[in-house]
């Protein structure tokens, strides 16, 4: 648990300008915490997260260039230290699985922020989880569910940020650029992932990530 007197450094991501400073005022606000950074895409997100290491990451789900799941994979595999709240519009099973799957150990709704967001913050910097009660029974629900129907999700967590990149208009060797792999790879889980949702073209892999709520149209 980190020292009371010490300061908490939380670096904010999130595409839209008004998140990020309505979330900058409520941080700045509360006494020991300062932003050490705020970043408008997943990769710069990564990016000042290597650079800063802050003791909290509050990133958006819907992130350009790499989604929020991706980028707290990222974060958590190099920055252990870095707690990370996935902030979102959207409490799909899909993602919050994903986003608890990639290392984040809070979750919280846009709309629920004005009532947990210190909370939430408290309990990252103490080394606590945080889910709202509503959250933690849609997700005990959800493994129930899941433990008796045994559903497994579409795609993959990796082939998802791919389909996303993709759409977003990202060539394959863009790809294996921003997420460290062989453009072969790149290949592989693009063709995986057509096949799963019977896409035919890139055009129907876009309607698929904007029918999905992948990227935002």
Known sequence: MPDAAAVVRILIADDHDVVRSGLR???????GWEVVGEAEDGKTAVNLALATKPDILITDYALP????????????????RTEVL????????????????AGARAFLLKSDAKQYLISAIESLAARKPFFTGRLSERMLD??????????????????????????????????????????????????AAMKKIDATSTAALVRYAIRNRIIEP
Do not use: C, W
């Open 25 to 31: 005022a409520i941080v700045e606000h509360h006494p």
């Open 65 to 80: 260039v790499m989604n929020g799941v991706e980028v707290t994979r990222q974060v958590r595999s190099r920055l252990r």
């Open 86 to 101: 996935m902030f979102t519009m959207h409490d799909t099973d899909e993602i919050i699985t994903q986003a608890l799957a």
């Open 142 to 191: 959800s493994y129930i569910e899941k433990e008796t129907d045994r559903v497994v999700p579409l795609l993959s967590p990796r082939e998802r940020i791919v389909v996303q990149l993709i759409a977003e208009g990202n060539s394959n060797r863009d790809i294996s650029a921003l997420l460290n792999v062989s453009i072969k790879t790149v290949e592989s889980q693009r063709s």
